[in-house]
């Protein structure tokens, strides 16, 4: 299986601040790469596909970079809102696999 | 916009099978278009995918869970199900249901997780 390998497991930031995780997986998996946001009672959201796509309607202050097997989501101006888990997943082989998570707390 | 709706028991006895069933709302789990999934999330750990279904049938499992799981289709109430037998106190998660996009890339196919239902808890007690 790839393991995905996200870091930090936890990041506090204030409102305002740019706050950027990072994926790595086991192999190369080109640019098969999502990222997901989860908030506890509601249905997770995906906010970038295939590394660098955003998905319709998610703010522009999300984005994605990276290929093969580093990658990084970057928030530019946190929002209120944005306080939450957030995932990365590839698609590139079966099983399809997450990272652990890097939880995004208001300091 | 496609709204997933998990549904189910939210307590199963050790040993019994769970069976967990996605309702799919303003989108057709007949559609060519995608996949559908069942992702799960054991308390205070990260998330693992079960396995999808094509709408003609076709399945892929994961293979950790491959010998326990089996996904089903119903085109005609819109909906997809799981069962996963022989439960266990590991099995104890939130599970979720999701449509899995197929969609073309900078010419290469990509597939991702775009709608999700908000989960079911479902506790494994004996």
């Known amino acids: 299986d790839i393991q995905m390998t996200q870091s930090p497991s936890s990041v506090s930031a204030s409102v305002g601040d740019r706050v950027t995780i990072t994926c790595r997986a086991s192999q190369a998996i080109s640019s098969w790469l999502a990222w997901y946001q989860l908030k506890p009672g509601k249905a997770p959201k995906l906010l970038i596909y295939a590394a660098s796509s955003l998905q319709s309607g998610v703010p522009s202050r999300f984005s994605g970079s990276g290929s093969g097997t580093d990658f990084t989501l970057t928030i530019s101006s946190l929002q209120p809102e944005d306080f939450a888990t957030y995932y990365c997943q590839q698609t590139t082989n079966f099983p399809y696999t997450f990272g652990l998570g890097t939880k995004l707390e208001i300091k | 916009q496609v709204q997933l709706q998990e549904s189910g028991p939210g307590l199963v006895k050790t040993s019994e099978t769970l069976s967990l069933t996605c309702t799919v709302s303003?989108?057709?789990?007949?559609?060519?278009?995608?996949?559908w999934s069942w992702i799960r999330q054991p308390p205070g750990k990260g998330l693992e995918w079960i396995g999808y279904i094509y709408h003609s049938g076709s399945t892929k499992y994961n293979p950790s869970l491959k010998s326990r799981v089996t996904i089903s289709v119903d085109t005609s109430k819109n909906q997809f199900s799981l069962k996963l037998s022989s439960m266990t106190a590991a099995d104890t998660a939130l599970y979720y249901c999701?449509?899995?996009?197929?969609?073309?890339?900078?010419?290469?196919?990509?597939?991702?997780?775009?709608?999700w239902g908000q989960g079911t808890l479902v506790t494994v007690s004996s």
């Open positions: 303003s989108g057709s789990v007949s559609s060519g278009d995608y996949y």
């Open positions: 999701a449509r899995v996009e197929m969609t073309m890339v900078r010419g290469v196919i990509n597939y991702f997780f775009d709608y």
